[in-house]
Antibody, heavy 127, light 106 residues
């Protein structure tokens, strides 16, 4: 079965950091991109960034550039999302998603639909 | 950035109804448009891609159409399992989601 399994619920204080993991299985992990998507009641679904695990080519949404860090370890078929200097507004559910190979040039990417989603990681940031 | 405007935000319907959700892109995206269904506490699920191609395993009562900037998702003969929130997404340049349409029981 093709699946992405994410790490569990996180409760953090403002200013702290955290790293969410997403382990892929049932498919060739290095042949698909991974995206991170944030969901909040106010902003809905927002893509944060993408990574190609084979060569770690990483792109960030301008809305999240500098605020998050995405990485991958293909030896353990796992992608990561690091959030630093957490604020209350980072309270959200974070999803990793798989998508097929799209086209990327230095300035933009044309993606493929997000066909496999992790179960989501709820992050609560509270004093 | 490409903006996606989805309407309505809420839709009230009964089992057996046919419902239509619309999505408009701020610029042309060809047919690079997907629709997702999300139920409470669950991740979104891909229903349709390339504007009109049904994902494997998705019932044929779901259909999509459109190209360029205007797209629709139609659910024919609504079933109890279809009450959920639906999102459109452009993937022509990176990704942008619509605000969502919640289909509720009338």
């Amino acid at each position: 079965e093709v699946q992405l399994v994410q790490s569990g619920v996180e409760v953090k204080k403002p200013g702290e950091s955290l790293k969410i993991s997403c382990q892929g299985s049932g498919y060739n992990f290095v042949s698909y991109w991974i995206a991170w998507v944030r969901q909040t009641p106010g902003e809905g679904l927002e893509w944060m960034g993408i990574i190609y695990p084979d060569d770690s080519d990483t792109r960030y949404s301008p809305s999240f550039q500098g605020q998050v860090s995405i990485s991958a370890d293909k030896s353990i078929t796992t992608a990561y999302l690091k959030l630093s200097s957490l604020k209350a507004s980072d309270t959200a559910t974070y999803y990793c998603v798989r998508f097929g190979v799209g086209y990327c040039d230095p300035t933009t990417c044309s993606l493929e639909p997000f066909d496999i989603w992790g179960q989501g990681t709820m992050v609560i940031v509270s004093p | 950035d490409i903006q996606m405007t989805q309407s309505p935000s809420t839709l009230f319907a009964s089992v057996g109804d046919s419902v239509t959700i619309t999505c408009r892109a701020s610029q042309g995206i060809s047919n690079r448009l997907a629709w997702y269904q999300q139920k409470p506490g669950k991740a979104p699920k891909l229903l349709i891609y390339k504007a009109s191609t049904l994902e494997s395993g998705v019932p044929s009562r779901f259909s999509g159409s459109g190209s360029g900037t205007d797209f629709t998702l139609t659910i024919s003969y609504l079933q109890p399992d279809d009450f959920a929130t639906y999102y459109c997404q452009q993937y022509h340049r990176y990704a942008t989601f619509g605000q969502g349409t919640k289909v509720e029981v009338k």
